[in-house]
Each structure stands twice: as C-alpha cells, then as structure tokens.
C-alpha cells in the first residue's frame, strides 16, 4: 500500500501505471465478464478491429482475473479491479516465496526471502503498467512443487501432478507467457538436479516425474484445451512468433545501473538504461551491488548446502538465457549468440520475451539471501552479526523503490452516460484518437467505461489482417493514417481523401464519429466536419457525429 499510495490515496479513479498496457487491461477485465453475461464468445471479440474481430488469446486476455474481479469491477469499476490486481500480484509473489523459503529455513529468514522477491526490483517495475505480467506466483509454487516430489518426496505424484495441473491452468489464464517461462525454468531446475544426484538417482526419479506429469495433464487439458483451441485454431490466430526476443532482453549492465523505479537513481544512471532496448518497465533486471556481492558470498560461502547450490547454478543459467538471443552491455549490442536462439526458433513458445526470466533470477537470489539471514540468526560473535546486518541494509537501501507511477486517466462523460442517442447498441463507432498502439490505447478505456455498448474499427492488440498476416494494431488504411497524422501534428489531409475515409466508413458501417479529448482535437474536429459535411455537437466533452445511414453514409447530422 505504501509502494501503491499514489494509487489508493490520490483519487479513487486513479490507474496504476497509466500506460496504454494498463488501460488494455483494464478492457480486458470489462470483456470477460461481458461476454460471459452476454452470452459471447470471451476468446474473440469485434468490440475492437470491427468487422474482423481479434482472437484474444493472443493478447494476454487474462480471463480468470477478470472472473475473479468480476464482483469489484461491477461494483467499483474496472479501473479499481486493475489497481486491485496489481496490489495482490505483489502480496501473493511475497506469500508464495515464504511458503516456498519456510520448508528450508526458519521463519524470519523466509519472510525476509519472501519479502526481496515479491518487492524485487522486477515485479515493483511490472506491476503498476504489467498487472497480468506481475502475476509472478507460478516460479515460486512450481518449484515448491519439485521440491515436494523430487527432492523431498513428501508429495506423492497424484498430489503434486494435480496441483500442478491446476497451477499451469491458472498462469495460463492470467499470463499466458509464465506458462512458457516457467517450462523452461523447470527445465533448467530439473537439469541441475538430475546433474547433481547422478545418473542412477535420476533414473529412478524419472517415473514419479512422468506419473506426476500424467496427473497434471487432466486438470489442465479440462480447463485450457476450450482457451487454447481457440487461440491454436481459431479465426484470427497470429502465424509464427511474435518478435520482441532481441528487444526485451536482460542488459548485463542493468544488473548494477539502477533504473527510475529505485529511489537512488542518478542522473547519469537513468541516461544509461535509456540507452537499453526494450522500456524502462521491461528493463528490470536490477540487483544492484550490494545485493550481487552479498548473493555471490553465500552462494560461495554456504555452496555445499543442496539448496543453495541448485539455486546458484539455476539461478546462473537462467540468467543467461534472459540475456536473449544475442548480448547486450550498455545498450551496445554484440554479434554474440546466445542460447536464448534455440528457444526462439521454436513456434508459438518462441513468442516469450526472454527478459522476463529474470523473475526466476530474483527467485534464486531471494533463496540465497534466506541461507544467508538464517545462517546470520545462527551467528553468535557480535561482530559478525552486526557486519550481516549492515550488509542487509546496505542491499536495501540499493533496491529501495519510488512510488509507483499512477495516472488519472480522462474519461469524457459523454461514454459514462447511455450513448444511444448517437449510436445505437451494438453499432460501430470511429473514435478519435485513432486507437492502434499503447500511447493511443484510450479509446478502448473509454469503450470499456462505457460498457461494451459499441464496436470499434480500432484498438491496441497484435493480431492479423483480412490476409492472415500478423499486424500491430489495425492493418492501416486511409483513415487511420490521416487520423494518425492529424494526433501527431502534421496537419489536416487535403480534401483529395475525402472519398477514400468515405468508403471504409462505409466498409465498416459506422454509425457515429467521436472525437474525444486529444492533442490537435480542433484538427481532427476540422477534419470529420469536412469529410462528413457536417458540424459535430458537444456532448459529455465529446464532439459527435451520428451517420443516419451506415450503409451509404448519405445523410450525417450532429445529435
């Protein structure tokens, strides 16, 4: 709460992170439980990209939040639904962590482990922009799982297989991506445990592993074979891989340059990491020194104990793998491959950002620095204790975060109120800005807050156009660049387009033209009275144009 107080104690519609992925999101948690109460397909959807609709297993729909959230969103709004995931995304990490830690070591050292992962510079980047991504506790729990079968063997196949089965379901209907994140840090995790009890141990743990793997196949195959057949097979399903793998990536030298999220960042540390590719919230593989010292000790001064060593060795080959298929220090990137190749050539799974591992790394580095505060509890020179805590502190300081970022976001009163006078239920509306990316993601707040009640031929989503080609947004049109150029401040079209914006309008049966509150509006106000030979009227901080005939376009009038 403290983290989250520009969110909770500002304004009761404040959005956490603000960004266009927030306010996507934030459409999401709308969606699911529309569709459900509607009787429509939750999976694809023509409220957005209208006619052709999007297949929305492709973009992180997030369902189970949104059912769960359902009773907050009908109530309190979708917007508090978000900034309620985001603040439980951070308590169940920690939670999870600690249960995970407390199997291993005493109490106040697993609250301690707990507390650096769920608070890690990673999740505290994520969460205030990423809620779905900050849903971090499949790393915890899966290796509880391994844990329990493998190592410990207090939990037989049938148990642990089940509730793995459920666990995957669950990511899998949040964040879709964990799932593939987290197959390839068990596969590490596995690796080095099959690595450090040798070839004959292996072998026999090998049916229990399979007998587990058969029971998680049926919780999972019953909750996701109806999400993922549509995403798989469905209408509108994107070909190949999504890039961003060479993009999103871990920086070696983000480690140890602080970014904007810790309170301790200078200037000439933030000029840095601008230079990283990806965006400061992907950008979140920092530990800082203190922290990287005080984990490369333990891991080397305690590197007998079993739990430390798998740590260490998964912690270190899994940061590899986050530094994507090639090398990256300072925002110079290297013609060095990396093993992070081999995952991206594989289809669908290929799609992970490989940046995003680094929430296992803070995994393990959490682990280590539990061994390290309970061996510290153990110590009885003074001395020492004292040398352990001002290193604790030390790490502390080093990650301590800023507020998180929150954002008041403009809804125009005009989408608050039933808007059937201008467009009735159901129809397709042209907003404007022209909604195709994150920073002109607030038509689809607006659609949301307005309940579903009309469609756009718009919105921030990867999908595919009339070819089955992958695109970023709406596959672009006359009107989409003209609206676009006119957001960006290059003036107003000459009339030569007219006829063209005409005709999609028409394609796309548009019932009414909004424009709501944006940069350049009097341009884009000048624009659609030319096009549609009209004056708008101001409703609800909106400038509307009903059409009267969707299919001609013949008659426009300002309701």
Sequence with gaps: MAFLH??????????????????QTVWFLTWTPWAVSHGANPFLTTHINAPQGVNLMWDALAPLAALVL???????GAVVSYDLMVTLDLVLAAWCAYLLLRRHVRQLAALAGGALYGFSPFLLSQAPSHGKVAFAVMPPLLLLLIDGLLVRRDYGPRRAGLQLGLLVAAQLLVFEEGVVLGLVAGAVVLLVLALRAGRRRTREAVPRLLRALAWAALPLLVIAAVPLGFQLFGPNRVPGTVPGGSVYVTDLANLVVPTPTQLISPDAAQQLTARLSGNTVENASYLGVPLLLLALFAAWRWRRRPLVAVATWSGVALAVLSLGPQLHVGGHVSRLPLPWRVVEAIPVLGSALPSRLWVYVDLAVAVVLAVFVEELLRQRVAALRWAGAAALVLVGVAVFPRGAVAAQPVVPAFF???????????????VAPYSHDAETAQPMLWQAEAGMSFRMPEGYFVGVDA????????????TSTVMTDVAAGRGVAPAGVDAQILAELRRWKVSAVVVGPMPHEADMIALFTRVLHASPRKRGGAYVWTVTS???????KAP
């Design 467 to 478: 070819t089955g080609t992958r695109t970023d947004g709406p596959a672009r049109t006359a």
């Design 550 to 556: 969707g299919a001609a376009l013949s008659r426009v």
């Design 70 to 76: 359902w009773p907050v969103t009908a109530t309190a």
């Design 416 to 430: 608050t109120a039933p808007i059937t006078a201008a467009a009735p239920a159901g129809s397709t509306v042209l």
């Design 6 to 23: 520009t969110v909770w104690f500002t304004s009761p519609t404040a959005l956490a992170g603000g960004s266009g992925d927030a306010q």
